[in-house]
T-cell receptor, first 116, second 116 residues
Framework: GDSVTQMEGPVTLSEEAFLTINCTYTATGYPSLFWYVQYPGEGLQLLLK?????DKGSNKGFEATYRKETTSFHLEKGSVQVSDSAVYFCALSLPGRGGSQGNLIFGKGTKLSVKP | DGGITQSPKYLFRKEGQNVTLSCEQNLNHDAMYWYRQDPGQGLRLIYY???????QKGDIAEGYSVSREKKESFPLTVTSAQKNPTAFYLC???????????????FGPGTRLTVT
C-alpha cells in the first residue's frame, strides 16, 4: 500500500547547522508531496509542497525537491534556528482514489531540537 | 481571519462517558477530516467528509462517530466503545476534490482528551 517513511528522531542540532530530514514514499500513482510542521501543543502547519516530479517546494528557508527516480522528498535548511525546533511530518496525497481524493498519508514525524 | 477552531483545548472525561469534540471552519472548504495523534505514531485518519451530509470511515473509525449537517462544522463523538480514547485530536479541512489546491489540508489547534 501507499506509505511514507521518515528518518527517526530526535534530531538535535546546534544553531546555524545544516538540516536534512529524509523522507521516502511508496505510491502506485503520482502523488503530491508535503512537509508539515507542528510546534509544541499546536496543530500542523503546511510548510511546503510539490505536486510533480522535479518540483522544488520552499518556504522560510526550508526546501525539498520531488525526486521521482528515488521516490524521495528530503527536507533541507541551510542554517537552523532555535525557533525551528518542532516536529516535522512528511505526507503524500494521491488524486483519483475514488472518494478519498485528497486524503493525506503521513510519516511518523521527526522531532527536531535546535540548541543555542 | 479565516481558519479552523477546535474547542476545548483540553478535555477530561470519566471512562464510560461519550464526549463530543467541536470543529468549525470559516474557510468555505468542502472537505473536513479528523485525525488522532499518539506519541511516536504520527497521525491516523478517523473520519473524513468530502461534502455536507456525507462522510466516510478512515483507518481507525471504530469507537467514533461524526456528523456533517453544515459545511462549516464537523463534530467528532468519542464513544464509550473506544478502548483507548486518551489522545490528541486534530481536525483539518481542504478546499475539496474539484479544486486545484484541494490536497492542501489546513489544521486546527487540536483538542487533548484525557479519559480516566
Amino acid at each position: 500500500g501507499d506509505s511514507v517513511t521518515q528518518m527517526e528522531g530526535p534530531v538535535t542540532l546546534s544553531e546555524e547547522a545544516f538540516l536534512t530530514i529524509n523522507c521516502t514514499y511508496t505510491a502506485t500513482g503520482y502523488p503530491s508531496l508535503f512537509w508539515y510542521v507542528q510546534y509544541p501543543g499546536e496543530g500542523l502547519q503546511l510548510l511546503l509542497k510539490a505536486t510533480k516530479a522535479d518540483d522544488k517546494g520552499s518556504n522560510k528557508g526550508f526546501e525539498a525537491t520531488y525526486r521521482k527516480e528515488t521516490t524521495s522528498f528530503h527536507l533541507e535548511k541551510g542554517s537552523v534556528q532555535v525557533s525551528d525546533s518542532a516536529v516535522y511530518f512528511c505526507a503524500l496525497s494521491l488524486p483519483g482514489r475514488g472518494g478519498s481524493q485528497g486524503n493525506l498519508i503521513f510519516g511518523k514525524g521527526t522531532k527536531l531540537s535546535v540548541k543555542p | 481571519d479565516g481558519g479552523i477552531t477546535q474547542s476545548p483545548k483540553y478535555l477530561f472525561r470519566k471512562e464510560g462517558q461519550n464526549v463530543t469534540l467541536s470543529c468549525e471552519q470559516n474557510l468555505n472548504h468542502d472537505a473536513m477530516y479528523w485525525y488522532r495523534q499518539d506519541p511516536g505514531q504520527g497521525l491516523r485518519l478517523i473520519y473524513y467528509s468530502q461534502i455536507v451530509n456525507d462522510f466516510q470511515k478512515g483507518d481507525i473509525a471504530e469507537g467514533y462517530s461524526v456528523s456533517r449537517e453544515k459545511k462549516e462544522s464537523f463534530p467528532l463523538t468519542v464513544t464509550s466503545a473506544q478502548k483507548n480514547p486518551t489522545a490528541f485530536y486534530l481536525c483539518a479541512s481542504s478546499a475539496g476534490t474539484f479544486s486545484i489546491s484541494s490536497y492542501e489540508q489546513y489544521f486546527g489547534p487540536g483538542t487533548r482528551l484525557t479519559v480516566t
